[in-house]
């Protein structure tokens, strides 16, 4: 950047991570709601609902067990494909298309099966699946293409660093400091309001929501065609 051209805005510094979190929390908010407590996003999450699953005798306990080989899976088959892409420039523009994809699959897939009213029914199995594979290629794809960008659908990892970088900010009230405690705001807060957000439009248009949340995914994907994207990202 020349010493006289203007800094990157906000929005130019964090479309990426909050357009993304935006689109976690509400893929992760449609798909407990709609299937019964399964996770999307949070995969780990699946394992705490079986265990109160078994607990409590209820319905679907397998679908939440397979979740993590599913996502396991995935991740190693993307993971594949990254290591093999020849046009390392449009591996993350193809990721993100990959994703969007899926999220079309999981949508279409929310749309014929519904009403969903068995916990243990392979129709929700099929279209928890897909919604998992969509963000774990998400997952895979922070990790390692863009592994410089803090996670935008595990939010643990970030809330922590939240209160890190608040402690380090009211104890030292430095730019720098200023610039993280910013970065995870934006992150938590993105998240809360992709979850509100998924919630909202799902009871207004049912699984349709899901379309508008591919939207930014594809946006993103034409984006990173662009060389200059990855330095951008904040």
Same mark, same amino acid.
């Given at each position: *950047? ?43 999450? &699946? ?8 607990? !409590? ?6 679908? !939440?067990?397979? /979740? ?38 999981? *949508? ?24 998992? %594979? ?11 293409? %863009? ?10 990892? &970030?809330?922590?660093?939240?209160? %890190? &970088? ?10 720098? &400091?200023? =610039? ?12 809360? @309001? ?14 349709? /929501? ?11 994907? @034409? *984006?990173?065609?662009? =060389? ?5 990202? /904040?």
């Amino acid at each position: *950047m020349s010493p006289h051209s203007k800094p990157p805005s906000f929005w130019q510094r964090y479309q990426t991570p909050v357009l993304l979190t935006v689109v976690g929390g509400a893929i992760d908010t449609i798909g407990f709601i709609t299937l019964f407590g399964f996770f999307t996003a949070h995969v780990t999450g &699946n394992l705490v609902m079986a265990g109160s699953g078994l607990v !409590k005798g209820e319905q679907g306990l397998w679908i !939440k067990l397979a /979740a993590l080989p599913l996502f396991i899976i995935t991740v190693m088959v993307t993971k594949i494909f990254i290591d093999h892409s020849k046009n390392k420039q449009l591996t993350l523009s193809r990721l993100f298309l990959a994703e969007a994809v899926f999220l079309i699959a999981f *949508m279409i897939a929310g749309l014929s099966y519904q009403p969903f009213v068995d916990a243990g029914d392979i129709t929700v199995a099929l279209t928890g699946g897909l919604g998992l %594979i969509a963000l774990a290629i998400r997952n895979t794809a922070s990790k390692t293409v %863009i592994k410089h960008m803090s996670p935008t659908v595990l939010m643990t990892g &970030n809330t922590t660093q939240l209160g %890190i &970088n608040l402690t380090d900010y009211l104890i030292n009230r430095t730019a720098d &400091n200023g =610039k993280k405690l910013t970065h995870s705001s934006a992150l938590i807060f993105s998240f809360l @309001v992709g979850a509100l957000l998924g919630a909202f439009l799902y009871i207004q248009l049912n699984f349709w /929501a899901v379309g508008l949340f591919v939207l930014p995914v594809l946006y993103l994907s @034409v *984006m990173a065609r662009d =060389k200059a994207f990855l330095q951008s990202i /904040a």
